[in-house]
């Protein structure tokens, strides 16, 4: 029982040792050593009410590197102390420089507590599922390989003609996520114009970026790429895939369904909020 106001700080190693496996339940990490790793870096993103660590914590991070985005990776504390300590963790990432606090994706109950605190909504996303990963192809309208460290700066470039601010990744967030992730390009006379990134957990796909050149869109280079990621993830042992897209996005959303995905009922909200003192 806590007697008294519960008292939050920063995780040590044992106590981050014991909140990792909630986090790898909850799909937060892939595995327990992404927090070692993490925390190795960045001592203060794991959160923790101290002497209840595993009733209540949350994970922070760096929402884009280079920039002033934070995020709340993830919150866990009961119905009564979520405002208290998403208060404290708002604190902790004001301490370490940040002045927007980016939000997980959140279903419409876990938005509560950010809504409270003043978050607004950057943008609605819907769930997409795919069963019985079969074979797929796309028409050869390019070469898909897959990436390499070499090719962080021309995914850059595709981020940033195709996605707005708060979704694009810059070269040093690719450069870190290549070695952890599946990733292929679409390459054609040797310009990169496309690209998506895959990744798979006990079965379960996911797809987490697709994006085309604008210049080379509505040629099937999206399809191809998908048709890469998917059979990846098939000969991976992939029974599933998800993944999430704007609710807005009708070209994401066609190309999708084409492929078979279908809509899951719950949606998930991106949320933000500026903290600068
Ligand atoms: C979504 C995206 C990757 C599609 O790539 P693409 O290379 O244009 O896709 P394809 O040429 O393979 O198109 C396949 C099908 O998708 C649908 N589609 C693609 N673009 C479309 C558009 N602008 N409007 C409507 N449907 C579209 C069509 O059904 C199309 O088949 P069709 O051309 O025979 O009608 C591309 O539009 C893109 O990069 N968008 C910006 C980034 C983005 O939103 N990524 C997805 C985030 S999850």
């Known amino acids: 029982m806590v007697i008294g106001k519960p008292r939050y700080g920063p995780a040590n190693s044992d106590v981050a040792a014991l909140v990792a496996p909630e986090l790898v339940k909850a799909g937060v990490i892939g595995r327990a050593s992404d927090l070692h790793s993490q925390l190795a870096s960045?001592?203060?993103?794991?959160?923790?009410?101290?002497?209840?660590?595993?009733?209540?914590?949350?994970?922070?991070?760096?929402?884009?590197?280079g920039t002033r985005m934070g995020a709340v990776r993830h919150l866990e504390a009961r119905s009564g102390e979520r405002r208290?300590?998403?208060?404290?963790?708002?604190?902790?990432?004001?301490?370490?420089g940040f002045e927007l606090a980016v939000?997980?994706?959140l279903t419409d109950r876990a938005a509560r507590p950010f809504t409270r605190m003043g978050f607004g909504e950057i943008e609605r996303l819907v769930v997409l599922k795919k069963d019985q990963l079969r074979s797929a192809s796309g028409d050869r309208v390019c070469e898909i390989r897959s990436a390499e460290a070499t090719d962080a700066q021309a995914i850059a470039a595709i981020d940033a003609a195709c996605f707005d601010e708060v979704w694009r990744l810059r070269s040093p967030d690719i450069t870190a996520m290549l070695p952890e992730t599946t990733a292929f390009v679409a390459v054609r006379d040797g310009r990169t114009i496309g690209y998506n990134m895959v990744?798979?957990?006990?079965?379960?796909?996911?797809?987490g970026r697709l994006a085309v050149m604008p210049d080379c869109q509505r040629q099937g280079v999206?399809?191809?790429l998908l048709a890469a990621g998917l059979s990846w993830l098939r000969d991976a042992g992939g029974t599933s895939v998800t993944l999430c897209t704007q609710r807005g996005n009708v070209a994401s959303r066609r190309l999708y369904a084409r492929f078979g995905f279908e809509l899951l009922p719950d949606e998930l909200a991106l949320m933000q909020k500026e903290i600068v003192r």
Do not use: E, M, N, Y
Request: charged share 20%; hydrophobic share 40%.
């Open 42 to 65: 960045s001592p203060w993103a794991l959160q923790v009410c101290l002497g209840w660590p595993r009733r209540t914590h949350g994970l922070l991070d760096v929402w884009r590197r």
């Open 84 to 96: 208290r300590f998403l208060c404290h963790l708002l604190d902790v990432l004001r301490d370490q």
């Open 103 to 105: 939000s997980p994706l």
């Open 199 to 207: 990744s798979i957990s006990r079965g379960a796909g996911t797809v």
């Open 222 to 224: 999206g399809s191809a």
